[in-house]
């Protein structure tokens, strides 16, 4: 079955613990990306990859970091995660950045006490 | 920068038709979108329309487009209690980030 996964789906930390979601797809697609949800803000770019080695920030990079060492897998790293970045993570990837569809992974919700 | 606004609640009657309404800034919008999600779910893409359609319909959907205004919104026909879920408004201008600029979300809730 074609679909973007991620691991875990909820996660409860405390601040300055280092964490990492992982994300990954079986779509050979060569765009990924991350969104965060927060209530009232819609969904907001946090980084892309447009393919293996390729990452670029979004709208709001800061206190994230990523990689993109092999095409599938696509790591949100948190080196020191804060209150503020209490909130619900979407993954998503297209076959290539030109592609009108995104295809949303089922979300990660992060606390950060 | 980019900003689409939706309303954020909207409650209609099982059987009825339900109409969502969204305002976007950018008039370089190569694609827009109607996403759903569901609680505790991820987002589901349910409906595109590119930026020069006026309309397009999918079954109960029917989107509407005017550009000049840049006004899109989303028509549910009949509308049933499976329906109820957040509805996202998005535009895509097509550049390298291929970033999809969301609205905030009309929450749709359907009353049997």
């Known amino acids: 079955e074609a679909q973007v996964t991620q691991n875990p789906r909820y996660l409860i930390t405390v601040t300055g613990k280092k964490l990492t979601v992982t994300c990954s797809q079986n779509?050979?697609?060569?765009?990924m990306s991350w969104y965060r949800q927060d209530p009232g803000l819609g969904l907001r770019q946090i980084y892309y990859?447009?393919?293996?080695?390729?990452?670029d920030k979004g709208d709001v990079p800061e206190g994230y970091k990523v990689s993109r060492k092999e095409k599938r897998n696509f790591p949100l790293i948190l080196e020191s995660p804060s209150p503020n970045q209490t909130s619900l993570y979407f993954c998503?990837?297209?076959?290539?950045?030109?592609?009108?569809?995104?295809?949303f992974g089922p979300g990660t919700r992060l606390t950060v006490l | 920068g980019e900003d689409v606004e939706q309303s954020l609640f909207l409650s209609v009657r099982e059987g009825d038709s339900s109409v969502i309404n969204c305002t976007y800034t950018?008039?370089?919008?190569?694609?827009l979108y109607w996403y759903k999600q569901e609680p505790g779910a991820g987002l589901q893409l349910l409906t595109y329309?590119?930026?020069?359609?006026d309309m397009k319909q999918d079954q109960r959907l029917t989107v509407l487009l005017n550009k000049k205004d840049k006004h899109l919104s989303l028509r549910i026909a009949d509308t049933q209690t499976g329906d109820s879920a957040i509805y996202f408004c998005?535009?895509?201008?097509?550049?390298?980030?291929?970033?999809?600029?969301f609205g905030t979300g009309t929450r749709l809730t359907v009353i049997p």
């Open positions: 998503a990837s297209s076959f290539t950045s030109g592609s009108y569809e995104q295809f």
């Open positions: 779509m050979n697609h060569e765009y």
């Open positions: 990859s447009m393919n293996v080695e390729v990452t």
């Open positions: 950018d008039s370089s919008s190569t694609y």
């Open positions: 329309i590119f930026s020069n359609m």
């Open positions: 998005a535009e895509n201008t097509q550049t390298g980030a291929n970033n999809l600029f």
